[in-house]
């Protein structure tokens, strides 16, 4: 009984070894930071040598260690830290009132023919308005301050959630829903024991996009009604020709944006161990 159970361990053992062998470079974690490195350090070499020589001016394209001067400088004053601390509080709180509502009303249309019928019309009509014209009546509504905002944020970040997560209860399979309902199931029980595991994917590709969002509609608030920020921040150095806080701004923007998608990554690998 032993030997058959070792010989069968090591038929696995040497079955699983080829896998092992067979994973793509691409996949291994250090492989892909490395990759993912790659292009970011060719512009920046790039970058230094038009700057360098000449081939761009100055005043069009700074150089590399001017806008980490200019970093530093806002650094030490405290103002740096103050409108990236407040910029990321209002990616984030916008983020949260955009995607739970978003979850709501996709429940409502993804599962009822009823509300899709009488709401998803108007919804996909809300979704073509570009950001920048809800500005002005948000100021109209809610004054220039933190309400209007993160108003504007939780707009960006509803219609993502809303569109994919309702697409995905739409197509759940229909004899997974037919067993929940064999088991009692019904209305909210159904919909967290059967159907929202079942969309877990598509509620995460809809919760990314919306933080993606997010970022955007930040900044289409920062850049028209606001005293700090990184929206601000560009707003106020375009118009005193910083181009080297310009960058910086961008690029501070880029890497939060990427620091909050990983973390969301991190998220569903713990979301799809969890529900799928």
């Known amino acids: ?8 361990q090591s038929a696995d053992a040497s079955r699983s070894t080829p896998l092992l062998a067979a ?8 492989v892909r930071l490395a990759v993912g490195a790659l292009l970011p350090l060719v512009i920046l070499v790039a970058w230094q040598v038009v700057t360098s020589t000449g081939l761009v ?17 806002l650094a030490e004053g405290g103002d740096l830290g103050l409108h990236v601390a407040i910029s990321v509080q209002r990616v984030l709180i916008g983020f949260a009132i955009g995607a739970t509502v978003g979850l709501a ?5 993804g599962l009822s023919r009823l509300g899709d019928a009488l709401l998803a019309p108007t ?12 500005v002005p009546l948000l100021i109209l509504w809610m004054q220039i301050g933190e309400s209007s905002k993160i108003t504007l944020i939780a707009i960006g970040a509803f219609f993502p959630v809303l569109t994919t997560v309702s697409s995905a209860l739409r197509h759940v399979d229909p004899q997974l829903v037919e067993a929940g309902r064999a088991f009692g199931l019904r209305g909210w029980s159904l919909l967290r ?27 289409a608030a920062e850049l028209i009604a606001s005293s700090m ?3 601000f921040l560009l707003n106020d150095s375009q118009q005193n020709g910083r181009v080297d806080r310009i960058l910086l701004a961008i690029v501070l923007l ?23």
């Open 1 to 8: 009984m032993s030997a058959e159970l070792l010989t069968g």
């Open 229 to 231: 920020g990184l929206g």
């Open 57 to 73: 001016p100055a005043y069009r394209l700074p150089e590399p260690l001017s806008v980490l001067t200019a970093a530093g400088q």
């Open 254 to 276: 880029a890497l939060l944006g990427s620091l909050t998608n990983a973390l969301l990554g991190v998220a569903e690998k713990h979301l799809l161990r969890r529900w799928a």
């Open 105 to 109: 009303l996709a429940a409502v249309v």
């Open 23 to 30: 994973r793509p470079l691409t996949q291994r974690r250090g």
């Open 193 to 219: 024991t059967v159907q929202l595991p079942a969309v877990v994917p598509a509620v995460v590709s809809g919760l990314r996009l919306a933080l993606a969002q997010a970022w955007l509609f930040l900044v």
């Open 123 to 134: 919804l996909a009509a809300l979704r073509t308005v570009p950001s920048l014209a809800w």
